[in-house]
């Protein structure tokens, strides 16, 4: 029997077992017969954490009133002294973190200094271990009880936990170390940032595939849309990221508070790639901004043909309000090619006139057709666009002399 008794009251802390003990010291089954081995004591202040709720530099464990060192064993039977040390100031601690010194770090926590002292910007030790991506000190802080939640203040990069730093600069060890430490995988930075939207912003899939093993959810109710993984994933363009999160169930058409979509980020930032993945797991290709602004209107603006030609083909419609028409944009910034290739598009059903023009127009051979078009359109609307047509029909004029 192995006893660990209070050094200041005398009570019994923990009554350690011989079958107990052989766990501990790691002795295989089948072996009982043989005479038990030594615990080092570093490995006995670890056990005893769960008994009393202090990491081992907390503790002193005593033999007949001498200290024992981490490194010495010990064999039952055997009753030791347990001492809880108080915590001292920790700044010289923040510094040796900052300087990844391991062993300064160990000699400063043996003291024992405080592990969640915090700087001017509300920093911990452990936001600096795991900025400078130094995971043996990362261990060493958890091991002494560091708070992975802990959140800094805005002004230390935004107001964040060691978590947010670890999923920013892709650490993917010490991000297992503080999901093994019961570290959040849903909480919230200062500005509101999550660390899957962090992750996917990033582009760091396997980042990514172990937040979403450790149960990171994908939608929050009442955060920012604009921070949503998937839309930021899009926004970056990246296929593997995208394509997980939307295995993982991720709400293709979730739209932020000004209507934007991951499908509309991505046709914005020229994705052609992203834009495919995303109609293929059923994006609303025609799912429009509060403004009014489509997918395929920003690809004709844009002068993105090859997304334009993925929207078509997904059904898309060319047929929209004035302000936000892709025939109008792709007119008005010159765009020729998308000019014929909406043309031949044209849904004679919703619109009998501009139907009959397009075989015309499309071949281009007449450019005045394309005024026509224009001036067609424009009286679906009572309000005066001539300056809007004068300028698309000369942009295009314009193009035709290039071409011509």
């Known amino acids: 029997m192995l006893r660990i008794q209070s050094a200041f009251s005398g009570a019994d802390v923990a009554c350690i077992a011989a079958e107990e003990f052989r766990d501990l010291v790691g002795v295989d089954t089948g072996t009982e017969s043989l005479p038990l081995k030594g615990c080092r004591i570093r490995r006995l202040k670890q056990h005893l954490q769960r008994h009393v709720g202090k990491g081992r530099f907390q503790q002193q464990l005593l033999l007949q009133g001498e200290i024992l060192k981490d490194d010495e064993e010990v064999q039952p039977p055997v009753t030791l002294q347990l001492a809880l040390l108080p915590l001292s100031e920790g700044k ?17 926590l043996l003291q024992p200094q405080d592990p969640n002292a915090v700087g001017d910007a509300g920093e911990t030790a452990l936001h600096w271990v795991v900025e400078r991506g130094a995971a043996k000190c990362c261990g060493l802080l958890i091991e002494a009880g560091s708070l992975v939640d802990q959140l800094s203040l805005p002004r230390f990069f935004g107001g964040v936990a060691p978590l947010h730093m670890a999923c920013q600069r892709g650490h993917l060890e010490i991000l297992r170390m503080l999901l093994a430490a019961r570290a959040d995988p849903d909480q919230a930075s200062c500005d509101g940032g999550r660390p899957l939207s962090i ?4 582009g760091h899939l396997e980042v990514v595939r172990l937040l979403l093993d450790a ?10 849309s604009s921070g949503h993984p998937l839309l930021l994933a899009a926004q970056r363009g990246n296929l593997e990221v995208l394509r997980m999160l939307i295995a993982a169930g991720a709400d293709v058409n979730r739209a932020t508070n000004l209507g934007y979509t991951p499908l509309l980020v991505a046709t914005q930032r020229g994705h052609c790639e992203a834009v495919r993945v995303l109609i293929e797991a059923a994006a609303d290709v025609n799912r429009r901004t509060l403004a009014g602004s489509s997918p395929l209107y920003q690809a004709c603006r844009d002068g993105t043909r090859h997304i334009a030609q993925l929207l078509l083909t997904a059904k898309a419609s060319i047929h929209n309000t004035w302000d936000t028409s892709p025939f109008i944009a792709a007119c008005v910034e010159g765009h020729l090619d998308l000019v014929k290739l909406l043309l031949r598009h044209c849904d004679q059903g919703h619109d009998g006139q501009l139907g009959a023009l397009a075989p015309a127009v499309a071949t281009l051979e007449d450019p005045q057709l394309v005024e026509q078009v ?3 359109m424009r009286k679906r609307r009572e309000a005066d666009d001539e300056e809007l047509v004068t300028r698309a029909t000369t942009r295009l004029k314009c193009s035709f002399r290039r071409t011509g």
């Not at 010289?92 to 400063?108: G, H, K, M, N, V």
């Not at 149960?215 to 920012?224: F, N, Q, R």
């Open 199 to 202: 992750a996917s912003s990033r």
């Open 92 to 108: 010289e601690l923040l510094e040796a973190a900052r300087r990844e010194d391991i062993e300064l770090l160990e000699t400063l």
């Open 215 to 224: 149960g990171a959810k994908l939608e929050h109710s009442g955060s920012h």
């Open 374 to 376: 224009l001036r067609m």
